[in-house]
Structure formats: structure tokens, C-alpha cells
């Protein structure tokens, strides 16, 4: 496919896109798979916090994301379906939290490379500016890890000449502006890391300020050049 040719339009996720985004997630999450009933619940519950991209008609990308409360100076592990109410979102979105906690994230296999992962990340950080949350929280995967041989610690603290992270997830994340906080022990069903997430965070800079929505436009459309050396 001619990347210069691809359209992706992103919008709010509805309960008529459940069925295809149902589709993306068996392509993508094949050792954790979700269901129809997880992804309704999650968009009946917090419609704002679910976003899809699409190119020509078909979904090949969804972003969810909850409010939540959490204490950044003391955190405790827990697991992906303790942070998430099962996937359901029903018992653990806080309307009122002041935080943003990263659901789930995928993209088609077919439309990797396009930059279509950076701009749904792109829309979170909208959702945290325009709410004025304090920051985000993600639970990273680190698919790399299993492969190494290293402990979690020494792989954690293995980065390249340029600083960041020897993980490819992970180092994604982290040329967004996330922090790694900490290894959080069976996270999620996942070989490839070891069932380890690891838990970063992204400190919203435009917290309290003024025309919170005009940044969080400008942001979610002028693209991944802004996040990276702006934001």
C-alpha cells in the first residue's frame, strides 16, 4: 500500500464500530483476546474515552481510555484486568479521576508504519488536556523482554546510545515524553514479555492553563512533529 495515498480519519468510537473493532482485537491481541460485550461496555460507559481510525470504512486502529485516581508518590502493582474492571470499565472509571489510564491500543498488522499509533496516542493526550487531568498512565508491553535472557531489572535499565529504552515498545512510549514508573508483575497474559507490563507516565504541561480545548484541537491535528518537540 502507498503510504502517501492512505486517508485515516479518527473519530469517537460508537456502539455500530464494536463488531469491527472486535475484528481488529483477535487479529491483534491473539493471547488475550477480548470480547463483543467488553468492547460495548467500555464505549457505553465512557463513550468520550474510545476512539477509533479508519481507512476506507474498516477500523484498523482503537484507542480506550478510563479516568482514574491514583497516588503517583506510593504506587502498588496491580494487574490489567484489576485496573480495568475486566475490560468492562463499568467499576473502575472514575468520572471524576485525575487521572488517564491507557485501556487498550492497536493497530491493524497490515497498517503498521503509517504513524496511526502515534496519532491515537495523539487523541489521549487531547482527552487528558481538555479534561485537565493531571497526566496519563499506560501500561506498557515490553515484547522484547523474553527473547533476551535478561533479568526484568537489568532489561529495564538496558537502554541504546541515544538513551532510551532497548525495548521497542517501551522506547516508543518513552519518545513521547513517558517516564517509567514500575515492573508491574503479571500484568497481562503476554509470552513475549514474560506476562510483565510496565508502568509509564506522561505529566500533563498544560495542567490549569487556558484554552485547555484550543490545545487539545491543536494537538490531536497538528501530529506526532508537536508531541515530540513541543510537547
Known amino acids: 500500500m502507498n503510504q502517501k495515498r492512505i486517508k485515516v480519519v479518527r473519530r469517537q468510537a460508537t456502539l455500530d464500530d464494536v463488531d469491527a473493532i472486535f475484528q481488529l482485537d483477535q487479529e491483534v491481541w491473539t493471547e488475550f483476546p477480548g470480547t463483543r460485550e467488553m468492547f460495548a461496555s467500555r464505549i457505553e460507559t465512557f463513550p468520550e474515552g474510545n476512539f477509533v481510525s479508519v481507512v476506507e470504512n474498516k477500523v484498523v486502529g482503537y484507542l480506550c481510555e478510563q479516568f482514574i485516581n491514583f497516588d503517583l508518590d506510593h504506587p502498588k502493582p496491580f494487574t490489567w484486568l484489576e485496573i480495568t474492571d475486566n475490560g468492562m470499565l463499568k467499576k473502575s472509571h472514575n468520572p471524576k479521576g485525575n487521572y488517564v489510564y491507557g485501556?487498550?491500543?492497536?493497530?491493524?498488522?497490515?497498517?503498521?508504519?503509517?504513524?496511526?499509533?502515534?496519532?491515537?496516542?495523539?487523541?489521549?493526550?487531547?482527552?487528558?488536556?481538555?479534561?485537565?487531568?493531571?497526566?496519563?498512565?499506560?501500561?506498557?508491553?515490553?515484547?522484547?523482554?523474553?527473547?533476551?535472557?535478561?533479568?526484568?531489572?537489568?532489561?529495564?535499565?538496558?537502554?541504546?546510545?541515544?538513551?532510551?529504552?532497548?525495548?521497542?515498545?517501551?522506547?516508543?512510549?518513552?519518545?513521547?515524553?513517558?517516564?517509567?514508573?514500575m515492573v508491574l508483575p503479571n500484568y497481562i497474559s503476554d509470552p513475549e514479555s514474560g506476562n510483565y507490563g510496565v508502568l509509564v507516565y506522561r505529566y500533563n504541561p498544560f495542567h490549569n492553563w487556558p484554552f485547555k480545548k484550543m490545545i487539545a484541537y491543536a494537538l490531536r491535528n497538528i501530529g506526532p512533529k508537536f508531541i515530540r518537540s513541543s510537547f
Request: aromatic share 10%.
Open 103 to 181: 485501556v487498550s491500543m492497536m493497530v491493524s498488522n497490515k497498517f503498521q508504519g503509517f504513524g496511526i499509533g502515534t496519532q491515537l496516542i495523539l487523541c489521549g493526550w487531547g482527552l487528558m488536556i481538555s479534561n485537565n487531568k493531571w497526566g496519563t498512565f499506560i501500561g506498557s508491553r515490553i515484547p522484547d523482554f523474553q527473547k533476551s535472557g535478561m533479568s526484568i531489572d537489568k532489561y529495564i535499565s538496558q537502554v541504546r546510545e541515544d538513551s532510551l529504552s532497548i525495548d521497542s515498545e517501551l522506547r516508543l512510549y518513552q519518545k513521547d515524553g513517558c517516564k517509567t514508573i
